[in-house]
Structure formats: structure tokens, C-alpha cells
């Protein structure tokens, strides 16, 4: 069974970095598509950015040049650096994998809370 943990978040100021670490477990990390999302209180869930089997990476233009994915494989573990962070970048963010070609069944980590304020 695939399973996906979040960590990393935290209380920062605006303008302030945090990094994001999504590891998974239960199958062939090198395989899938990871994504990152969020979740701001009273809104929908929105896409962040994603990295594919073959580290090809895109990104929300709203975090575009201030958010940076990277993924270790030895590690099973996709990381989002967040620099230049707003307090609109406050929100609960998910990490989702699926296997590269198929999004068939997608899998869900629990969440980890980012919250931007002074």
C-alpha cells in the first residue's frame, strides 16, 4: 500500500523560507508523478506545482519563482523549498502521487500546515 508523509511545516514570517518533505513508501517512488497542493480555510484546494518520473517540474504561476521542487530517489522523497513566503501562501498542503501515464488511482498524504504571519 503506497503511503505519503508530509513534513516540514510550520510558523513563519512573511518573507521567510520553509521546506516540505513528501516521502513515500509501499512501492517504486521512481515510477510516479508527485504533486503539491493546498488548502487555504474557506477555500478550494489548489495546485501548487509537480514533479514527473522523469523531473520535469511546473509550477502555479502564483508560486512561480519562489517555490522550487526537488526529488531524491534513494531518499523516496520529493521536497518543495518555499522561499519569499506571503501570508496568502497560508494553508494546509497536500502531497499527491500517481504512476506516470495514469491517474487512475491517486494517492493522498495527510497534510502538513504552513502558516505565513508576523
Known amino acids: 500500500q503506497v503511503q505519503l508523509v508530509e513534513s516540514g511545516g510550520g510558523l513563519v514570517q512573511p518573507g521567510g523560507s520553509l521546506k516540505l518533505s513528501c516521502r513515500m513508501s509501499g512501492s517504486r517512488f521512481g515510477l510516479y508523478v508527485v504533486y503539491w497542493n493546498r488548502q487555504a480555510p474557506g477555500k478550494q484546494r489548489e495546485y501548487v506545482a509537480s514533479?514527473?518520473?522523469?523531473?520535469?517540474?511546473n509550477y502555479a504561476d502564483s508560486v512561480k519563482g519562489r517555490f522550487t521542487l526537488s526529488r531524491d530517489i534513494a531518499e523516496s522523497t520529493v521536497y518543495l523549498q518555499m522561499n519569499d513566503l506571503k501570508p496568502e501562501d497560508t494553508a494546509v498542503y497536500y502531497c499527491?502521487?500517481?504512476?506516470?501515464?495514469?491517474?487512475?488511482?491517486?494517492?493522498w498524504g495527510q497534510g502538513t500546515q504552513v502558516t505565513v504571519s508576523s
Open positions: 514533479i514527473t518520473s522523469g523531473e520535469s517540474t
Open positions: 499527491k502521487a500517481h504512476l506516470e501515464g495514469t491517474a487512475t488511482v491517486e494517492y
